[in-house]
């Protein structure tokens, strides 16, 4: 889960390789390092802490070169330190740098040290230095040494490589983790993603599975998997540079939280009139695969595995088909069986997710019926390897914790649900009902989103709590888990989320003056047995906030409560609706408490590793 950026060019690559960083940070902010190549010597400078550290250290140490690599780390191997940042260098003569996970790097460390090469880190990525070194030692060139290095390598992996020898030259691969190319006019470039290079060019070659690519100020050479030569399609990003930009907005999540009504609509844009979801939008003949689900295997990680329990109380109370949720991690390590017909659906916001990659690939041996990727990114690997798909068009989400890919996700689920239902039967007159609902969910969201100067006031009854519990019952359970997540990732809060049926059956324990607790009330039928849930906290002593819908008879009439209330917009899309101010709730939280909102300890953004 780290962050690469690489640069061929015919002027002086560090200022590109520090605003490529500084749109990468979201991957990783433990430690930052660059190589460039200077009048034949290779210049590193590695910092701990985040890129304005290093960038600092630039003015103190300048340096320049016109062929450079750099790296953004989020640690797996070794502490976050200046020793164990990226690029790692082999003999003062390649440098590397590298997102993923060796696994096999113990058995090559040892190997490597019998053949004379001396370790300075903890990492795994130093055995690719001193491998490629070796390679080159032997005659061989840089392509052909990095090409036969990652032969060696097990795991996920992707590098740039630089070499003293061999200027105006990087080399690239990619296996598990992703990397790409920009194109620009007697320069090229290497990206973890679109967003570190779309201030240099827009013009973008995704690699592939396998890929080794060269680039030099004028050339791009591919080589695949397979050891052929090839040519990978051009494509141009409509990403926009004011799309990964803060603005006006204190914070990347306040900015991406008010992102969501416009974001929702874009998801929902083209896709539903006249009360029905339109034809083809999950790709040419899928109606012909989805006409035979009879089941559904939703595999997803954190914020997207609450997606997918929204979902699954979706898919079985309104198209009346059975549906499995699993965190994406467990999927692969037990032997999962697979009912005639199931839809395998991976849920993805950045579509390089390895846990759900890993889970995509081992469905393909597991007798589905087919696999339905939702993601955020085009050209991710889960867009490429999956058999159908539906892109949310949430934009870029640059804030660790979560927020519009979550809605857009419900949005795109929701879509999916409806069309299942058709096909299973269900009434048009109840599919145009909640298809009115969906389209009406953006103004909703606007609604929510005028909560914000009282959802700020709550927030400040939570600055000096350690815990929090949040209760949900039904389909509001899952956006309670949400709501307790955002809390935990940005304010360090411990939080947990329990169906608030299961309060008497030991989370009230926990209830005390000092225990704030949340809920969500929607007006349905389960608003009467939370009501009573809530009268259990209340009769402990314990502070309620209390999130209802307008429209639900709830009234807390003691100094023990807090009530807001939420134009939800309908059941159907009140998770939406009531996931917004959950989020507000633990954005001004985090910035009350001081925390670092966008960036929170020990996380990251893109879980490119198992």
């Known amino acids: 889960m780290c962050g690469i950026v690489a640069a061929c060019t015919q002027r002086d690559v560090v200022p590109i390789l520090l605003a490529g960083l500084k749109a990468l940070e979201y991957r990783g902010y433990d430690s930052a390092g660059l190589a460039v190549l200077n009048d034949g010597h290779l210049v590193r400078l ?160 995704y690699l592939e599975e396998g890929d080794v690519a060269e680039i030099t100020p004028d050339d791009l050479k591919v080589i695949d998997a397979e050891g052929h030569k090839v040519t990978r399609r051009v494509r141009e990003s409509d990403l926009s540079l004011d799309a990964v930009e803060r603005g006006e907005y204190r914070h990347y999540m306040l900015k991406e939280i008010c992102e969501q009504p416009i974001a929702v609509a874009n998801t929902l844009e083209g896709r539903i009139a006249e009360g029905r979801v339109l034809p083809n939008i999950f790709g040419v003949d899928a109606d012909r695969l989805l006409a035979r689900v009879r089941h559904v295997h939703v595999v997803a990680c954190g914020t997207s595995y609450h997606a997918g329990l929204v979902a699954r109380y979706w898919l079985e109370g309104i198209a009346g088909i059975p549906c499995t949720v699993e965190v994406a991690s467990e999927y692969r390590y037990r032997n999962a069986v697979v009912m005639p017909d199931t839809l395998f659906l991976a849920i993805s916001q950045s579509g390089e997710t390895a846990d759900t990659l890993a889970a995509l690939r081992e469905a393909r041996q597991r007798g589905y ?64 009902a909640l298809v009115k609902e969906l389209a009406a969910l953006p103004r909703v969201l606007s609604g929510t989103l005028e909560l914000a100067p009282a959802i700020a006031k709550l927030a400040e009854a939570f600055v000096n709590k350690h815990h929090a519990l949040f209760l949900g019952r039904g389909v509001q359970y899952p956006v309670a888990m949400e709501g307790a997540l955002k809390l935990k990732e940005i304010s360090y809060i ?87 101010p959950l989020q507000l709730l633990a954005y001004h939280v985090a910035v009350l408490r001081g925390t670092d909102v966008d960036q929170p300890r020990n996380l990251a953004k893109s879980v490119t590793v198992e």
Not at 416 to 421: D, F, P, Q, Y
Not at 501 to 509: S, T, V
């Open 46 to 205: 590695r910092m701990p802490g985040k890129v304005r550290e290093l960038e600092a250290q630039t003015k103190v140490s300048p340096v320049s070169g016109w062929t450079g690599i750099a790296h953004t780390r989020w640690a797996t191997h070794g502490a976050p330190n200046q020793v164990n940042a990226h690029p790692h260098v082999s003999r003062d003569s390649v440098a590397v740098v590298h997102n993923g996970i060796i696994e096999n790097h113990a058995e090559l460390r040892v190997e490597l040290q019998a053949a004379g090469y001396a370790f300075e880190s903890e990492t795994d990525t130093e055995v690719i230095a001193h491998l490629i070194h070796r390679n080159l030692a032997e005659g061989a060139s840089l392509l052909e040494a990095v090409t036969a290095a990652t032969r060696r390598l097990r795991g996920a992996y992707a590098i740039a490589v630089l070499c003293r020898d061999v200027p105006g030259h990087v080399v690239g691969a990619r296996r598990g983790s992703p990397l790409c190319v920009g194109i620009g006019i007697g320069e090229h470039f290497l990206g973890s993603d679109v967003q570190a290079l779309i201030q240099v060019t827009n013009r973008i070659v």
């Open 369 to 432: 019926l087919g696999s339905l990727g939702i993601c955020n990114v085009p050209e991710s690997s889960l867009v490429r390897e999956s058999d159908l798909i539906l892109m949310t068009r949430a934009g870029p989400e640059i804030g660790v914790a979560s927020t519009k890919a979550f809605t857009t996700q419900l949005a795109a689920l929701a879509l999916l649900v409806l069309e299942l239902a058709r096909l299973n039967g269900v009434a048009q007159d109840k599919l145009a």
């Open 494 to 580: 411990h939080a947990e989320a329990y169906p608030a049926g299961e309060l008497k059956h030991g989370p009230l324990a926990l209830v005390d003056e000092d225990m704030p607790v949340i809920a969500v009330a929607p007006n349905n039928q389960l608003l009467e047995k939370l009501k009573s849930n809530l009268e259990e906290v209340r009769a402990r002593g314990g502070q309620l906030y209390v999130i209802a819908d307008a429209d639900a008879d709830v009234a807390l009439n003691d100094n023990r409560g807090h009530l807001l209330k939420v134009s939800t917009g309908g059941n159907f899309v009140s998770p939406a609706a009531f996931t917004v």
